[in-house]
Protein backbone atom coordinates (compact mmCIF):
# COMPACT_ATOMS: atom_id res chain seq x y z
CA UNK A 1 0.00 0.00 0.00
CA UNK A 2 1.50 3.36 -0.94
CA UNK A 3 3.03 4.67 2.54
CA UNK A 4 1.61 8.51 3.26
CA UNK A 5 3.82 11.01 5.33
CA UNK A 6 1.77 9.73 8.38
CA UNK A 7 2.77 6.02 8.00
CA UNK A 8 5.28 3.41 7.20
CA UNK A 9 5.36 0.07 6.61
CA UNK A 10 5.76 -3.17 8.76
CA UNK A 11 7.57 -6.05 7.32
CA UNK A 12 4.75 -8.28 9.40
CA UNK A 13 1.52 -6.14 8.82
CA UNK A 14 -1.00 -8.33 7.23
CA UNK A 15 -1.24 -7.92 2.78
CA UNK A 16 -3.29 -4.85 2.69
CA UNK A 17 -6.73 -4.34 0.39
CA UNK A 18 -4.59 -1.51 -2.23
CA UNK A 19 -6.51 0.85 -4.13
CA UNK A 20 -5.81 1.72 -7.42
CA UNK A 21 -6.87 4.86 -9.76
CA UNK A 22 -8.61 4.27 -13.46
CA UNK A 23 -8.00 7.03 -15.74
CA UNK A 24 -9.68 6.75 -18.94
CA UNK A 25 -11.86 9.98 -20.68
CA UNK A 26 -14.26 7.18 -21.92
CA UNK A 27 -16.74 6.47 -19.14
CA UNK A 28 -16.95 2.71 -20.83
CA UNK A 29 -13.64 1.93 -20.60
CA UNK A 30 -13.62 3.13 -16.43
CA UNK A 31 -16.67 0.86 -16.75
CA UNK A 32 -14.77 -2.22 -18.00
CA UNK A 33 -11.59 -1.93 -15.92
CA UNK A 34 -13.83 -0.99 -12.58
CA UNK A 35 -15.99 -4.43 -12.72
CA UNK A 36 -12.66 -6.50 -13.62
CA UNK A 37 -10.66 -5.09 -10.10
CA UNK A 38 -13.35 -4.34 -7.71
CA UNK A 39 -13.44 -7.92 -6.64
CA UNK A 40 -9.78 -7.84 -5.37
CA UNK A 41 -8.96 -4.05 -4.84
CA UNK A 42 -10.66 -0.64 -3.97
CA UNK A 43 -10.94 1.34 -7.47
CA UNK A 44 -11.21 5.14 -8.02
CA UNK A 45 -11.40 5.98 -11.21
CA UNK A 46 -10.88 10.05 -13.55
CA UNK A 47 -12.25 11.42 -16.69
CA UNK A 48 -9.40 13.87 -17.20
CA UNK A 49 -5.37 14.52 -16.57
CA UNK A 50 -6.34 16.99 -14.03
CA UNK A 51 -8.64 15.46 -12.11
CA UNK A 52 -6.18 12.22 -11.80
CA UNK A 53 -3.63 14.08 -10.14
CA UNK A 54 -5.88 15.76 -7.69
CA UNK A 55 -6.92 12.26 -6.61
CA UNK A 56 -3.87 10.80 -6.23
CA UNK A 57 -2.67 13.92 -4.25
CA UNK A 58 -5.58 13.43 -2.06
CA UNK A 59 -6.02 9.59 -1.69
CA UNK A 60 -2.44 8.06 -3.01
CA UNK A 61 -3.25 5.16 -4.74
CA UNK A 62 -1.18 2.42 -5.39
CA UNK A 63 -1.62 1.99 -8.70
CA UNK A 64 -2.38 3.51 -11.76
CA UNK A 65 -4.06 2.61 -14.45
CA UNK A 66 -3.43 5.50 -17.52
CA UNK A 67 -4.93 6.40 -21.36
CA UNK A 68 -2.16 7.76 -23.27
CA UNK A 69 -4.83 9.54 -25.42
CA UNK A 70 -6.82 11.97 -23.40
CA UNK A 71 -7.65 15.63 -24.50
CA UNK A 72 -6.24 18.38 -22.68
CA UNK A 73 -3.67 16.59 -20.90
CA UNK A 74 -2.29 13.43 -22.41
CA UNK A 75 -1.08 10.48 -20.11
CA UNK A 76 2.43 11.11 -20.70
CA UNK A 77 2.37 14.47 -19.16
CA UNK A 78 0.58 12.76 -16.65
CA UNK A 79 2.79 10.97 -15.47
CA UNK A 80 5.28 12.99 -15.63
CA UNK A 81 3.87 15.20 -13.00
CA UNK A 82 3.24 12.59 -10.81
CA UNK A 83 7.11 11.63 -10.78
CA UNK A 84 7.71 14.99 -10.38
CA UNK A 85 6.05 15.39 -6.90
CA UNK A 86 7.74 13.65 -4.12
CA UNK A 87 4.47 12.42 -2.54
CA UNK A 88 3.48 10.70 -5.71
CA UNK A 89 6.56 9.55 -7.45
CA UNK A 90 6.35 6.28 -6.10
CA UNK A 91 3.04 4.86 -7.56
CA UNK A 92 3.70 3.01 -10.20
CA UNK A 93 1.93 4.02 -13.62
CA UNK A 94 0.87 1.48 -16.41
CA UNK A 95 -0.43 3.04 -19.77
CA UNK A 96 -3.28 1.76 -21.61
CA UNK A 97 -2.93 2.60 -24.92
CA UNK A 98 -3.98 1.75 -28.51
CA UNK A 99 -0.69 3.07 -29.48
CA UNK A 100 2.15 0.01 -29.35
CA UNK A 101 4.92 0.95 -31.20
CA UNK A 102 8.37 1.32 -29.62
CA UNK A 103 8.28 4.88 -29.94
CA UNK A 104 5.52 5.09 -27.50
CA UNK A 105 6.64 2.39 -25.52
CA UNK A 106 9.65 4.70 -25.21
CA UNK A 107 8.30 7.69 -24.75
CA UNK A 108 5.68 6.37 -21.91
CA UNK A 109 9.17 4.73 -20.05
CA UNK A 110 10.94 8.35 -19.92
CA UNK A 111 7.65 9.57 -18.76
CA UNK A 112 8.23 7.21 -15.79
CA UNK A 113 6.00 4.44 -16.76
CA UNK A 114 6.68 0.68 -15.22
CA UNK A 115 4.23 -1.19 -18.16
CA UNK A 116 2.24 -0.81 -20.74
CA UNK A 117 -1.08 -2.81 -21.57
CA UNK A 118 -2.70 -2.34 -25.00
CA UNK A 119 -6.05 -2.51 -25.76
CA UNK A 120 -8.63 -3.73 -26.03
CA UNK A 121 -7.78 -5.46 -22.92
CA UNK A 122 -7.74 -8.63 -21.35
CA UNK A 123 -9.01 -9.86 -18.23
CA UNK A 124 -6.30 -12.05 -17.22
CA UNK A 125 -3.10 -9.71 -18.28
CA UNK A 126 -4.97 -7.14 -16.79
CA UNK A 127 -4.96 -9.26 -13.54
CA UNK A 128 -1.58 -10.48 -13.97
CA UNK A 129 0.07 -6.89 -14.75
CA UNK A 130 -1.68 -4.88 -12.01
CA UNK A 131 -0.23 -7.85 -9.26
CA UNK A 132 3.00 -8.16 -10.36
CA UNK A 133 3.54 -4.00 -10.18
CA UNK A 134 1.07 -4.06 -6.64
CA UNK A 135 3.92 -6.83 -5.52
CA UNK A 136 7.44 -5.08 -6.37
CA UNK A 137 6.01 -1.99 -4.66
CA UNK A 138 5.09 -3.16 -1.49
CA UNK A 139 8.44 -4.89 -1.36
CA UNK A 140 9.99 -1.63 -2.54
CA UNK A 141 7.68 0.08 0.70
CA UNK A 142 9.00 -2.39 2.86
CA UNK A 143 12.38 -1.61 1.79
CA UNK A 144 12.27 1.73 2.36
CA UNK A 145 10.20 1.58 5.98
CA UNK A 146 13.21 0.24 7.40
CA UNK A 147 15.41 3.23 6.08
CA UNK A 148 12.78 5.51 7.91
CA UNK A 149 12.29 3.66 11.04
CA UNK A 150 13.47 4.32 14.60
CA UNK A 151 15.11 0.86 15.54
CA UNK A 152 13.87 1.39 19.49
CA UNK A 153 10.51 2.99 18.93
CA UNK A 154 9.45 1.92 15.95
CA UNK A 155 8.16 5.67 15.49
CA UNK A 156 9.64 7.04 11.89
CA UNK A 157 13.23 8.44 12.43
CA UNK A 158 14.73 11.97 11.82
CA UNK A 159 15.67 10.92 8.12
CA UNK A 160 12.03 10.57 7.55
CA UNK A 161 10.71 13.48 9.35
CA UNK A 162 13.35 15.47 7.56
CA UNK A 163 11.77 14.20 4.35
CA UNK A 164 8.49 14.76 5.22
CA UNK A 165 8.85 18.16 6.26
CA UNK A 166 10.12 19.14 2.75
CA UNK A 167 7.40 17.68 1.07
CA UNK A 168 4.70 18.46 3.31
CA UNK A 169 6.11 22.36 3.00
CA UNK A 170 5.92 22.23 -1.02
CA UNK A 171 2.23 20.78 -0.75
CA UNK A 172 1.45 23.94 2.11
CA UNK A 173 3.13 26.38 -0.81
CA UNK A 174 0.92 25.14 -3.27
CA UNK A 175 -2.08 24.84 -1.36
CA UNK A 176 -1.57 27.69 0.45
CA UNK A 177 -2.48 25.83 3.98
CA UNK A 178 -0.79 26.04 7.60
CA UNK A 179 1.46 23.83 8.67
CA UNK A 180 2.33 22.85 12.38
CA UNK A 181 5.04 21.10 13.94
CA UNK A 182 5.25 20.16 17.63
CA UNK A 183 8.17 19.40 19.20
CA UNK A 184 8.46 17.18 22.90
CA UNK A 185 11.46 16.66 25.10
CA UNK A 186 10.62 14.06 27.89
CA UNK A 187 11.34 16.56 31.23
CA UNK A 188 14.49 15.69 33.06
CA UNK A 189 15.54 12.25 31.28
CA UNK A 190 19.03 12.40 32.16
CA UNK A 191 18.44 12.23 35.77
CA UNK A 192 15.96 9.52 35.14
CA UNK A 193 18.41 7.22 33.33
CA UNK A 194 20.67 7.76 36.14
CA UNK A 195 18.43 7.05 38.83
CA UNK A 196 16.87 3.39 37.14
CA UNK A 197 19.31 2.78 34.19
CA UNK A 198 19.44 2.96 30.65
CA UNK A 199 17.38 -0.34 30.25
CA UNK A 200 14.18 1.84 32.14
CA UNK A 201 15.22 4.52 30.03
CA UNK A 202 14.84 2.60 26.77
CA UNK A 203 11.25 1.42 28.00
CA UNK A 204 10.31 4.56 28.73
CA UNK A 205 11.03 6.11 25.36
CA UNK A 206 8.91 3.26 24.02
CA UNK A 207 6.17 3.71 25.98
CA UNK A 208 6.26 7.63 25.52
CA UNK A 209 6.14 7.12 21.57
CA UNK A 210 3.01 4.60 21.93
CA UNK A 211 0.94 7.34 23.96
CA UNK A 212 1.68 10.09 21.49
CA UNK A 213 1.52 8.29 18.68
CA UNK A 214 -1.93 7.46 19.69
CA UNK A 215 -3.10 10.79 19.93
CA UNK A 216 -2.69 11.41 16.19
CA UNK A 217 -6.00 10.90 14.63
CA UNK A 218 -5.51 12.30 11.11
CA UNK A 219 -3.97 10.29 8.23
CA UNK A 220 -1.89 13.25 7.52
CA UNK A 221 -0.44 13.82 11.19
CA UNK A 222 2.60 11.47 12.27
CA UNK A 223 5.19 11.28 15.08
CA UNK A 224 8.77 11.28 14.79
CA UNK A 225 11.46 10.85 16.97
CA UNK A 226 13.62 13.17 16.33
CA UNK A 227 16.83 12.36 18.53
CA UNK A 228 17.61 11.08 21.67
CA UNK A 229 14.47 11.85 24.04
CA UNK A 230 13.17 14.20 22.00
CA UNK A 231 9.57 13.42 19.48
CA UNK A 232 8.51 15.61 16.79
CA UNK A 233 4.89 15.42 14.95
CA UNK A 234 4.28 16.99 11.95
CA UNK A 235 0.93 18.11 11.27
CA UNK A 236 -0.46 19.18 7.58
CA UNK A 237 -3.32 22.06 7.68
CA UNK A 238 -3.39 23.05 10.98
CA UNK A 239 -3.81 26.19 13.36
CA UNK A 240 -2.37 26.57 16.07
CA UNK A 241 -5.26 26.24 18.44
CA UNK A 242 -5.83 22.81 17.04
CA UNK A 243 -1.88 22.23 17.36
CA UNK A 244 -2.08 23.59 21.01
CA UNK A 245 -4.87 21.35 21.56
CA UNK A 246 -3.06 18.36 20.17
CA UNK A 247 -0.08 19.12 22.45
CA UNK A 248 -1.61 19.33 25.42
CA UNK A 249 -3.27 16.13 24.88
CA UNK A 250 -0.11 14.49 23.89
CA UNK A 251 1.42 16.02 27.44
CA UNK A 252 -1.68 14.45 29.73
CA UNK A 253 -1.11 10.65 27.58
CA UNK A 254 2.41 11.05 28.73
CA UNK A 255 2.13 11.79 31.96
CA UNK A 256 -1.28 9.59 32.40
CA UNK A 257 1.43 6.37 31.98
CA UNK A 258 2.53 6.77 35.69
CA UNK A 259 6.17 6.09 35.10
CA UNK A 260 7.90 6.94 38.33
CA UNK A 261 10.41 9.46 38.38
CA UNK A 262 11.61 10.27 41.69
CA UNK A 263 14.28 12.34 40.64
CA UNK A 264 12.31 14.82 38.86
CA UNK A 265 12.34 18.21 40.08
CA UNK A 266 9.07 19.08 38.14
CA UNK A 267 6.94 16.17 39.55
CA UNK A 268 7.26 12.67 40.51
CA UNK A 269 5.71 10.88 36.87
CA UNK A 270 7.78 10.82 33.65
CA UNK A 271 6.45 14.40 31.58
CA UNK A 272 7.04 16.45 28.39
CA UNK A 273 7.48 19.73 27.95
CA UNK A 274 6.27 20.72 23.93
CA UNK A 275 6.83 23.79 21.99
CA UNK A 276 4.65 24.55 18.74
CA UNK A 277 5.02 26.80 15.92
CA UNK A 278 2.78 27.19 12.65
CA UNK A 279 3.12 29.13 9.78
CA UNK A 280 2.04 29.22 5.97
CA UNK A 281 4.73 28.10 4.55
CA UNK A 282 6.14 30.05 1.80
CA UNK A 283 8.73 29.29 -1.48
CA UNK A 284 10.70 32.18 -0.04
CA UNK A 285 11.37 30.90 3.06
CA UNK A 286 13.19 28.15 4.64
CA UNK A 287 11.15 24.95 6.48
CA UNK A 288 13.76 24.87 8.86
CA UNK A 289 12.72 28.29 10.31
CA UNK A 290 9.52 26.78 11.45
CA UNK A 291 11.63 24.18 12.93
CA UNK A 292 13.89 26.37 14.85
CA UNK A 293 10.67 28.51 16.04
CA UNK A 294 9.25 25.76 17.63
CA UNK A 295 12.47 24.44 19.48
CA UNK A 296 11.95 28.21 20.72
CA UNK A 297 8.83 27.51 22.16
CA UNK A 298 9.66 24.34 23.58
CA UNK A 299 12.91 26.40 25.53
CA UNK A 300 10.13 28.55 26.86
CA UNK A 301 7.74 25.94 27.74
CA UNK A 302 10.29 24.54 29.77
CA UNK A 303 11.72 27.73 31.32
CA UNK A 304 8.37 28.26 32.43
CA UNK A 305 8.58 24.86 34.67
CA UNK A 306 8.64 22.05 32.36
CA UNK A 307 4.89 20.19 31.91
CA UNK A 308 3.45 22.59 29.49
CA UNK A 309 3.35 23.26 26.46
CA UNK A 310 4.30 27.07 24.26
CA UNK A 311 3.54 28.37 20.74
CA UNK A 312 3.31 30.90 18.33
CA UNK A 313 1.76 31.35 14.98
CA UNK A 314 2.92 33.86 12.44
CA UNK A 315 0.25 36.73 11.49
CA UNK A 316 -0.18 37.89 7.58
CA UNK A 317 1.80 40.89 8.95
CA UNK A 318 4.48 39.01 10.31
CA UNK A 319 4.86 36.17 7.42
CA UNK A 320 4.98 39.17 4.81
CA UNK A 321 7.99 40.32 7.03
CA UNK A 322 9.64 37.17 6.83
CA UNK A 323 9.36 36.47 3.29
CA UNK A 324 10.91 40.46 2.85
CA UNK A 325 14.02 40.21 5.02
CA UNK A 326 14.22 36.52 3.59
CA UNK A 327 14.34 37.76 0.09
CA UNK A 328 16.71 40.55 1.16
CA UNK A 329 18.72 38.44 2.84
CA UNK A 330 19.55 36.08 -0.15
CA UNK A 331 22.74 36.69 -2.39
CA UNK A 332 21.18 37.44 -6.08
CA UNK A 333 22.99 34.27 -7.13
CA UNK A 334 21.19 31.73 -4.90
CA UNK A 335 17.49 30.77 -4.54
CA UNK A 336 15.87 33.14 -1.73
CA UNK A 337 16.28 31.89 1.84
CA UNK A 338 17.62 33.21 4.88
CA UNK A 339 18.68 31.98 8.61
CA UNK A 340 16.24 31.51 10.70
CA UNK A 341 18.50 32.75 13.32
CA UNK A 342 18.98 35.89 11.08
CA UNK A 343 14.72 36.66 11.12
CA UNK A 344 12.43 38.10 13.15
CA UNK A 345 10.59 35.83 15.61
CA UNK A 346 6.26 35.48 14.94
CA UNK A 347 4.12 36.64 18.07
CA UNK A 348 3.96 33.72 21.00
CA UNK A 349 1.54 32.51 22.92
CA UNK A 350 1.29 30.34 26.31
CA UNK A 351 -1.11 27.91 27.16
CA UNK A 352 -2.32 25.87 29.94
CA UNK A 353 0.26 23.43 31.59
CA UNK A 354 -0.30 20.08 30.31
CA UNK A 355 -1.22 18.51 33.42
Not at 237 to 259: C, D, H, P, S, Y
Request: proline content about 6%; overall charge negative; glycine content about 8%.
Amino acid sequence: MNQPAASIASPYAPAPRYRILVVDDDATNILMLNQMLKGDYDVLSATSGRQALELCRRHLPDLVLLDVMMPEMDGYRVCAELKFDPATQNIPVIFITTRGGIEDEERGFEAGGVDFITKPVSLPIVRARVRTHLTIKRQADLLRSLAFVDGLTGVANRRYFDDALNGEWRRCCRSLTPLAIIISDVDHFKLYNDAYGHGAGDLCLKEVARVMKEQLKRPGDFLARYGGEEFVCLLPETRLKGAMALAQALGRAVEGLGLRHETSPSGDVVTVSLGVAVMIPDPDCEPQYLLETADRMLYQAKSGGRNCCRGAEFTAEEQAALVDRSVAASPPSQSPSASPSALASPSASASPSAE
